[in-house]
Structure formats: structure tokens, C-alpha cells
């Protein structure tokens, strides 16, 4: 959304490239979760509320469409005249995305929960805040890696508000979910964990 705002051309160019790179991988990932490929379309052909892995295939749906069209804007020359067409309608499209991206981030935090690790089927309240908070200081620190400095103002604050979310969730979570939080604070999670942490 910040991309958006004038100035932000290189930014909103690149981080709209770098998502659809992202979403290659989100989606060859999650077929080959499904063990067969062919599973992908058929997870199509019902929407089941109450499966995360049907879920989480609806929004990976809902969220290719707009940001497939708006780096398509981003990558057509401008003298061309459906240019000026693609562009006009990736904004739309790119806000579409933009509503749907958050859950993007955190489904698979509910597909963790569904497991028999009690660490994870213990935190759901959290750990979605967890994913969506750590995939917003990434993506933001991507595009501050992939901008000149004075451009990056929105990435910034993007990453920054993505990290605070992470920390704080995770530290809830940690306090929050009993005796099973001793996975998160010892032994070598809890070491890669704190290291995590103070990079962030």
C-alpha cells in the first residue's frame, strides 16, 4: 500500500516483482504438500471452512489473480496501448491482494495447530500473529535491501510494525500457553529462537 503512494514507483515495481517470485514458491510448496499435484484442483472444487489446507488453497486463489495482474502492469512496456488498461486495472486488482495477504501469511500457522505437536496445536490464538507479523518484517526488509535508502520510507515502517507484531506475539505466546512453552525456552529451538530475535 505504501508502494502505492507517489514516489514509491521503484518500490511499488519491486516489491510487486518480488511477491509474485514469493508466490511461485508458496504455491509449488503447498501442491507439493498435497503429495499428489493433482490434489491442488481438486481442493478447487469445494471450499471446506473447517479444513486449513482448503482454506488456505482459497486464499492462495483469491490472492494470485491481483498480484499476477499488477506485476504484469509493472512489466509491460508503456508505449504498448493495453498497457495503460493493465495498469489501470492493477490497482484494483493489487488492493484485492493487499485484504487477502495477511491470511496468506498466517494460514499456515493454522495448518502447524492442526498437528499432534502440543507446542504447536496449543497456540493457535498465536501463532498466526507470529507468521503474519515475521512475513511482514521480512518482505519489508526485502524491500529495503532492494530500494535506494530515501525510497524505502514505507518498507521501513512496514518491517518495523511486522517485527514489533512478531516479538510481542511470540513473548505472549510464550507466557500464555502452560507448561508446553518449555519447547520455546530451552534447548537448541530456544537458542535459534533468541538469535532469531535479536536480528529482528
Given at each position: ?101 495477511p491470511p496468506l501469511a498466517g494460514y499456515t500457522a493454522i495448518l502447524l495447530a492442526q ?8 497456540a493457535p490464538p498465536y501463532l498466526p500473529f507470529v507468521f503474519t507479523g515475521s512475513a ?65
Amino acid at each position: 500500500m505504501g508502494a502505492a503512494l507517489p514516489g514509491g514507483a521503484r518500490l511499488r515495481r519491486r516489491a510487486r516483482l518480488t511477491a509474485v517470485a514469493a508466490l511461485g514458491a508458496s504455491t509449488y510448496f503447498l501442491v507439493s504438500d498435497l503429495g499428489r499435484p493433482l490434489r491442488f484442483h481438486h481442493m478447487l472444487r469445494v471450499a471446506k471452512p473447517t479444513s486449513p489446507m482448503s482454506v488456505g488453497t482459497w486464499i492462495l486463489a483469491g490472492y494470485s489473480p491481483g498480484i499476477g495482474l499488477a506485476a504484469v502492469g509493472e512489466l509491460l512496456p508503456a508505449r504498448w496501448r493495453v498497457t495503460r488498461l493493465v495498469r489501470r486495472l492493477s490497482r484494483p486488482a493489487s488492493l484485492t491482494s493487499a485484504v487477502l495477504a495477511p491470511p496468506l501469511a498466517g494460514y499456515t500457522a493454522i495448518l502447524l495447530a492442526q498437528t499432534a505437536v502440543p507446542a504447536w496445536n496449543t497456540a493457535p490464538p498465536y501463532l498466526p500473529f507470529v507468521f503474519t507479523g515475521s512475513a511482514a518484517a521480512s518482505s519489508g526488509g526485502l524491500a529495503m535491501v532492494l530500494v535506494p535508502p530515501e525510497e524505502a520510507g514505507p518498507a521501513r515502517t512496514f518491517a518495523a510494525v511486522g517485527a514489533a507484531a512478531e516479538l510481542v506475539a511470540s513473548r505472549m505466546m510464550e507466557h500464555r500457553i502452560g507448561m508446553v512453552a518449555e519447547a520455546y525456552t530451552t534447548g537448541r529451538a530456544h537458542t535459534l529462537r533468541r538469535w532469531s530475535e535479536y536480528l529482528t
